[in-house]
């Protein structure tokens, strides 16, 4: 199965492509630091038929 990672997913843009590309069969990765937005827009896109998963994960933050 094709995936996608989006950085920095949020309710705007990272939806709209996460919605482009899972409706086309990819399964989509979220990556974002706030846990509940991320948990929320899987619900979303899961209730739409995207297989998708929440990644919560500062990109700036090496140690984390």
Known sequence: MTSIAIVGAGPR???AIA????SQ?????LISRNRTKLDDLV???TAEGITAAAFPAD??????
């Open 43 to 45: 619900g979303t896109l």
């Open 25 to 29: 069969g990819y399964d989509v990765a």
């Open 13 to 15: 843009l990272g939806l």
């Open 19 to 22: 919605r482009t590309f899972g």
């Open 59 to 64: 990109v700036l933050d090496r140690d984390a």
